[in-house]
């Protein structure tokens, strides 16, 4: 209980003082409540004994009830509030993390993943502070308080109140671990069931051909019998717990009524008291029976809170002081070891870089080849700090970069990737992107030089035009010329280049191309290539091979020296040579 | 009529769980049923008190009225176990039944539809939305009957006892229904427009968090941040200005619908009832007792719908996924003659679009023949290989494969009349060998193993991964390349032995090693077949038996290679542009045109 509190009131951050209001008023209003249930004793007593002062003790009940309801009004002000104003500043917070967090901890999770804890799990988190807690508050002081007022009236008939109501909360607590065990069982089902769907709907084709489709499909079949099956099993488990408190609240109201009845019988107790308890009794039981609902929805926003917290806690690269500035770009690497992050805790990391040392002259055209899974492309990512090397340094213009900020190391590179990214803006937007500052004639500028500024006219709105009115009628040749523009409008004096134009058909290559030799004029060049026709004319042209460098030199030198470029070199000839029909 | 369209059928939740609506419907009785005895034991109660009012209580009485009290909770408990039981086992065993009738139906409809809806989509609706019905099926049901009978019982059992105070009682709910009514007037549009600021937020953090990873990588991020910040701030707006119109409404609803107002309103107006003799103090009890159950069922109500459109959006879904017409298959299937294929007049349009992507196309490909499908993209070429298989049905004209109309084909000897070599290699999370016997249910392992040696994959097989041919293909540590996978579909496909094979730029993204191996396996899985290529890389099929070019869905030339260059039609200008662009290099003006071809 605790813990939640700590754990809201941090995801709360700066709003923290609206949810402690409402929590203080909530508290109170209950306290009422609890007073007001305890105005029952008076006012049988006094009834019973025909004394029309049961009159004062009603009006006072009527009294509490409005104030509770005045108390509710206001903290539900700030239910509403802290909700908006929390859910606005938690997106924020994360939007904020999500930039400055390391790039390999952002490539690590899932687009979908993070989706679901900016939207979803924001949501459920504010949702509960919005009043969640406010009911869960009711469900506990309330009886607490008519309980203790209870003490002074019969201590006998408040112990047993007091006893026999909370019994079920350890034994629920018990009960739901052991269905929570079970129902990691049946997750791990679940998640084959997903990737036998997913597995027949990619192979569908495959699997008619083989007859191996719906009832047929004896691999889905079966994972779907294993799931009722699990299924089953948890629900089992999982009865007891939703069932008891429920059944305890009722098996306790009888208990406490028996207890009544016999101190009654025995003269002990008065009977007008012993009605005013059966009131209160059941009234108690519905509360609490919903109980089990409520916890539910509270492991519910644990988890969403956990998970929003475990996001936050992720820490930038740090940045070594005192920060440096960039002025030359030649791009050094020292020794340089780097091991991808395990993807399960325990488990060992991927080694991907050893011993790479290499230094490429400001304004040169380097290359990268080699098998993939040779760490071509982890160079690149290193440049632009996805993460930091585990030894070595990595260093441009002779600056470590761990000792640049982002905003000064990020405008100096340019990288363009097979798969283009525009958002749902203008395409003058997504352009100026690079350059937030650039007027329309630089925008336009940049366009014409990547070779768009053609096709960009004859859209309907021309540059107005936004993404996702013709969203799919652009084609990856025409996004890749978009994405360059933004690229030559960025100007950064390094580009990285990652076999932009291997996905595109013959036309819009030949216009890629000519895009690419414009942004790549007069910048330090680095290229990942798999034609290796593309780069016979770099500087240099780095073999990589199991994350080392095997080999290095000119495209002459290193089909002179004969060894795995040239072998490359030979067996791609062969392959321009091939055809269908030989 | 146009491929794919769907009739929509919409299917309400209450007829998506027919399967299972024994189970459900007996849940519910159980689950109302052990409302009613839990309000029975309330009840037993009042002659409880009348016994203690009396001057000498009979015990034996109170014992026997309190075992009737015990009955009516056991009753109701174990009524409530097997409720939840009967519930989250039809629940559960609705689940399966409707994934094997949404896969038996998948497997029905056109397999285009299930190519452009995409494994993403139609994994979400078979696993997420089926599982968002358990929320209905198995929680709400049981809940639902138990929310609406105990009111009613109540209120008529109180009518009997005593109608003043069964009208005092209920006194909250005109004041509550009107409060509620006025408060939400405008509900429907402001809520209306909260969701749709919602959802437009929803999409800015999609965009965000996708965009984040490129957007990154070149500069900080902090454009894309600035749109992000003021779609929050834009959705926060909407749904203040949303909760300031209702919240009032809301508030009343709360406080006149918890239980202390109406106890007040029993207690005050009993009392005076009490003191001028005309109630007796235990039905005053009683209607204590009983009197709040209604107020206290609008609670679940409102959870209830929560959880009800949650489930019926999953619901639409799944009504419309098998709402999806099934292509129809012939009432007397005839068997392919032979290897050809033949176009006559094909006309098709893509549902949702409005231009025809093929226009009045006829193409032979005779038997043994190759023929090379070219054009930019979306010109036609990809439709063509898809509507052999019968991906869709042609709007006009006719498909023939093996001389007969591929709609009087039973679609399964239409699949394994053709091999289909996709740019995407699919492999099952199965042993390499059953991925491989895929293309022939019955083949033995000396037949697998032949047909990997003939696509080239049957030396890594043996030499590279851990367990050989019983490998698992996708488990961790099996890192296959793509190469690789290609090549373990190609085996599949030799295995399969069909007369016709079309392939799909099948080496446009492996490495150059791996390419040399990949030809190697196409030439052995093609000899002697009749052979249909979508071409990318022109330099392939320069020796085809005819080059169909298409231009805009129609095809604009056809002939052999020197023929089309030597015509200086499109396609010429296509092989020129093919060459300029091969002989492309970073800082290499194209001055000399790489030779090797």
């Known amino acids: 209980m605790l813990d939640t509190y700590n754990n809201m009131i941090q995801v709360a951050g700066s709003k923290k003082r609206l949810l402690q209001n409402g929590i203080v008023l909530a508290i109170v209003g209950s306290i009422l409540q609890g007073i007001a249930f305890a105005l029952l004793f008076p006012f049988f007593i006094n009834l019973f004994a025909g004394n029309s002062q049961w009159q004062l003790y009603g009006w006072v009940m009527v009294v509490l009830i409005v104030i509770d309801a005045g108390l509710r009004w206001w903290e539900s002000n700030y239910g509403y509030e802290s909700q908006m104003e929390v859910a606005n500043e938690v997106r924020i917070k994360l939007g904020e993390k999500l930039r400055n967090m390391p790039l390999e901890y952002l490539q690590s999770r899932q687009t979908g993943d993070l989706n679901v804890v900016l939207s979803g799990n924001v949501n459920d988190v504010v949702l509960i502070m919005g009043g969640m807690y406010s009911i869960v508050l009711h469900t506990i002081i309330v009886p607490i308080t008519t309980v203790v007022i209870t003490l002074f009236i019969d201590w006998r008939l408040a112990i047993a109140l007091g006893v026999l109501f909370p019994i079920g909360v350890p034994l629920y607590k018990r009960m739901r671990q052991v269905a929570a065990r079970e129902n990691r069982v049946s997750a791990v089902a679940h998640a084959a069931v997903t990737s036998n769907l997913i597995e027949y709907a990619q192979g569908l084709a495959v699997l008619r051909a083989s007859r191996q489709v719906g009832a047929q499909s004896v691999r889905l079949q079966d994972s779907l019998a294993d799931l009722r099956a699990k299924q089953t099993k948890s629900a089992d488990l999982n009865v007891l717990p939703s069932i008891s408190m429920s059944s305890i609240v009722q098996i306790g109201i009888l208990l406490v009524t028996a207890l009544g009845v016999y101190l009654a019988l025995g003269g002990t107790l008065e009977i007008a008291v012993l009605f005013a308890t059966l009131a ?34 992720v820490e930038p690269l740090p940045v070594q002081q005192p920060a440096q500035r ?3 770009f030649d791009i050094q690497f020292e020794d340089v070891e780097f091991t991808y992050a395990p993807e399960n805790e325990g488990e060992d990391g991927e080694l991907v870089l050893r011993d790479i040392s290499f230094h490429l002259p400001e304004k ?3 290359a990268l080849v080699g098998e993939s899974g040779g760490g071509k492309t982890t160079i690149t990512k290193l440049i632009s700090r996805y993460a930091d090397p585990q030894k070595g340094a990595i260093k441009i213009g002779g600056v470590d970069i761990r000792a640049l900020e982002q905003k000064e190391l990020m405008p100096h590179i340019s990288v363009v990737f097979q798969d283009v990214y525009l958002f749902d803006d203008s395409i003058r937007n997504n352009i100026r992107m690079a350059k937030q500052d650039a007027t329309d004639a630089e925008v336009e500028a940049a366009a014409e030089a990547a070779n768009c500024h053609e096709f960009i006219t004859r859209l309907p709105d021309g540059y107005d035009t936004t993404v996702g009115e013709i969203g799919g009628s652009l084609s990856g040749g025409e996004r890749q010329r978009i994405s360059i523009a933004r690229a030559i409008l960025n100007d950064a004096p390094i580009v990285l280049l990652d076999e932009p134009t291997s996905a595109l058909d013959t036309e819009s290559e030949v216009a890629v191309q000519r895009a690419i030799d414009r942004l790549v004029e007069n910048k330090t060049v680095v290229v990942i290539a798999h034609r290796l026709s593309t780069v016979v004319a770099a500087d240099q042209i780095l073999v990589l091979e199991d994350g080392r460098i095997v080999e290095r030199g000119g495209h002459d030198e290193l089909l002179v020296e004969n060894g795995r470029y040239a072998a490359m070199w030979a067996a791609q000839q062969q392959v321009r040579r091939w055809k269908v029909v030989s | 009529m146009t491929a794919g369209q769907a009739e929509e059928k919409e299917l309400t939740l209450w007829q998506i769980i027919a399967p299972v609506k024994r189970q459900i419907y007996l849940g519910m009785a159980m689950s109302a049923t052990s409302g009613i005895a839990w309000v029975i034991a309330l009840i037993l109660l009042r002659p409880i008190v009348s016994e203690m009012m009396t001057a000498e209580p009979d015990v034996t009485t109170l014992l026997r009225l309190g075992g009737f009290i015990l009955l009516a909770i056991v009753i109701a408990i174990f009524l409530r176990i097997y409720s939840f039981n009967w519930s989250h086992r039809g629940a559960f065993e609705l689940e399966e039944k409707l ?19 995409g494994s993403g989509t139609l994994k979400k609706i078979l696993m997420d939305d089926v599982r968002s019905l358990h929320a209905f099926v198995a929680d709400s049901t049981p809940l639902m009957a138990r929310a609406y009978s105990l009111p009613v019982i109540t209120i008529v059992f109180m009518f009997i006892v005593d109608w003043r105070m069964a009208l005092i009682s209920l006194a909250v709910f005109p004041v509550g229904f009107v409060a509620t009514r006025v408060a939400f007037r405008d509900y429907a549009v402001a809520r209306a427009e909260a969701d749709a600021a919602n959802e437009r937020m929803n999409r800015t953090i999609i965009e965000y968090v996708q965009g984040m990873q490129v957007v990154r990588t070149f500069d900080d991020g902090s454009s894309s941040f600035h749109r992000y910040r003021e779609a929050l701030t834009d959705a926060t707006k909407t749904v203040r200005k949303w909760t300031d119109g209702t919240k009032h409404g809301a508030f009343v609803a709360q406080t006149l619908f918890a239980a202390l107002p109406t106890m007040a309103i029993v207690l005050m107006a009993g009392g005076f009832l009490v003191s001028n003799g005309t109630l007796d103090l235990p039905t005053l009890l009683l209607f204590l007792f009983i009197a709040p159950t209604l107020p206290d069922s609008i609670i679940p109500m409102i959870f209830l719908s929560v959880l009800v459109n949650m489930a019926s959006a999953g619901a639409k879904r799944i009504g419309y996924l098998l709402g999806q017409p099934i292509l129809p298959e012939p009432a007397s299937p005839q068997t392919p003659q032979n290897g050809s294929v033949r176009f006559e007049n094909v006309t098709f349009t893509y549902a949702n679009r409005t231009d025809p992507a093929l226009e009045n196309v006829s193409i032979e490909m005779p038997e043994g023949s190759i023929t090379a499908l070219v054009g930019l993209s979306g010109a036609g070429k990809s439709t063509v290989a898809r509507l052999i298989p019968r991906f869709w049905d042609v709007d006009a004209g006719t498909v023939y494969v093996g001389d007969v109309d591929v709609r009087n084909l039973n679609s399964d000897d239409l699949m394994r ?3 289909f070599v996709f740019q995407i290699p699919f492999l099952l999370t199965d042993t390499i060998r059953e991925n491989i016997r895929l293309g022939k249910p019955d083949a033995t392992d000396a037949e697998v193993e032949a047909a990997a040696r003939a696509s080239q994959a049957h030396d890594f097989i043996v030499n590279e991964l851990p367990n050989g041919y019983d490998t698992k293909a996708g488990d961790r540590g099996t890192r296959l390349s793509g190469g690789q996978r290609q090549r373990i579909t190609i085996a599949r496909a030799i295995l399969q032995n069909s007369p016709i094979v079309v392939l799909d730029e099948a080496t446009a993204f492996a490495d150059p090693e791996n390419e040399a191996k990949i030809h190697a396996g196409i030439a052995n899985l093609t000899a002697g077949k009749t052979l249909i290529v979508v071409a990318h890389r022109l330099s392939t099929i320069q020796d085809a038996d005819q080059i169909v070019v298409f231009d805009k869905g129609r095809v604009v030339e056809q002939g052999k290679h020197d023929a089309l260059v030597a015509s200086e039609g499109i396609y010429a200008n296509l092989w020129h542009k093919y060459n300029e662009a091969r002989s492309w290099g970073l800082r290499r003006h194209s001055q000399q045109v790489e030779t090797g071809d």
């Open chain 2, 417 to 419: 009349h053709i091999s």
């Open chain 1, 280 to 313: 209160i009794a059941v009234r108690f039981a519905e509360p609490l029976s919903i109980f089990a609902n409520m916890a539910t929805m509270f492991d519910f926003m644990e988890a969403a809170i956990e998970r929003i917290n475990e996001l936050m806690s």
């Open chain 2, 99 to 117: 994934r094997t009738q949404l896969t038996t139906h998948l497997a029905k409809v056109p397999l285009g539809y299930v190519v452009s809806t």
């Open chain 1, 364 to 366: 040169s055209l380097t």
């Open chain 1, 326 to 328: 960039l002025t030359e």
